[in-house]
């Protein structure tokens, strides 16, 4: 048995959801938007809690659960009444709980992807791993940020926290407004010229694609008349193992990793998102990776993250 956690509108989790049944995997779908009439019994003890889950008619035992595929966004509670509102969140709360110390394969766990709450920290791991990162400066002074521009010549920003954000380039417009960063601090790197890859860790298992565009974020392409091509592209085996190894050293089963590849042949990396909306990269490449997330999930293995 495995669980789906999530929101039925998230492309992702209904991807993986879908493999699953074409798999015939045995699965159980929480969906945020009912949690408010799950009911979860928690027993403690060692090495785990037990205890029982109902949800859609159902009741099963947690120790029969071999995997989650958690993806937690906001929760879709709009027409219920405020008594309903505090069960759905106490569910979420006792599940995420759960899901953080349970025997099973999580991808992922909360605290894993707490990670990605600071960029600061992210980039001292990734460095770590033996990456390189690009020169970088988090400041809410404007006057550091445009010492750092005029060093640099061409600066990109973004900011620092784990909500997703578009990256820009500090132009003349938006070093005019820079005295807003005194109530925000900021993160600003050194652009780095060359080609974007996108690697989605499953496990242990790499799937690689290039975006070919002329944005600074390739995301947010056609907001600016631009287009992206993506591609899967053969990586060096030293770098797919970097990226398992940084995986790894974040606790996180399932993540995307940004690289660029410099024109001198220098691999950088941006950043490591810890829940990956990899759909829009299946979908123009072709690369099975839900397929991998169920078989991962699946899996008989104990995997209870660091």
């Known amino acids: 048995m495995i669980i789906f956690y999530g929101r039925s509108d998230d492309p992702p989790l209904m991807r993986a959801i879908e493999e699953a049944q074409k798999t ?37 035992s947690l120790h029969s659960v071999r995997g989650v595929y958690a993806r937690p966004l906001e929760p879709p509670m ?39 709450n600071s960029k600061p920290f992210q980039i001292q791991q990734i460095g770590a791993a033996g990456f390189d990162v690009p020169e970088t400066l988090v400041t809410n002074d404007p006057d550091e940020a445009r010492a750092f521009w005029t060093a640099h010549g061409r600066v990109i920003y973004k900011s620092i ?31 780095v010229p060359g080609e974007d890859i996108r690697v989605h860790v499953v496990g242990t298992k790499t799937f690689a694609t290039v975006i070919r565009s002329q944005a600074v974020d390739y995301r947010y392409a056609g907001r600016d008349g631009l287009e992206a091509t993506l591609e899967i592209i053969e990586l060096p085996q030293d770098i797919l193992g970097r990226c398992v190894s940084l995986a790894e050293r974040l606790c996180l089963p399932l993540c995307g990793i940004d690289l660029r590849r410099m024109p001198q ?42």
């Open 24 to 60: 015939a995997t045995e699965y159980l779908f929480l969906d945020q938007g009912c949690c408010s009439t799950y009911d979860l019994l928690l027993e403690l003890g060692e090495p785990s809690p037990t205890g029982m889950l109902s949800a859609g008619g159902r009741t099963i």
């Open 78 to 116: 709009p027409h219920i009444d405020a008594l309903e509102r505090i069960r759905a969140q106490t569910f979420h709360e006792i599940f995420m709980e759960w899901i953080e110390v349970a025997e099973a394969v999580v991808v992922n766990r909360p605290r894993a992807m707490e990670s990605n």
């Open 161 to 191: 926290s784990g909500i997703r954000s578009i990256v820009k380039e500090l132009d003349g417009p938006a070093a005019d407004r820079l005295e807003r960063i005194r109530d925000l601090p900021t993160q600003f790197q050194a652009y």
């Open 265 to 306: 042949g220098r691999w950088v990396c941006f950043e490591v998102n810890p829940m990956p909306a990899y759909t829009y990269f299946q979908d123009n490449s072709g690369l099975p990776i839900s397929r991998a997330i169920v078989n991962l999930v699946s899996e008989e293995t104990v995997a209870t993250g660091g």
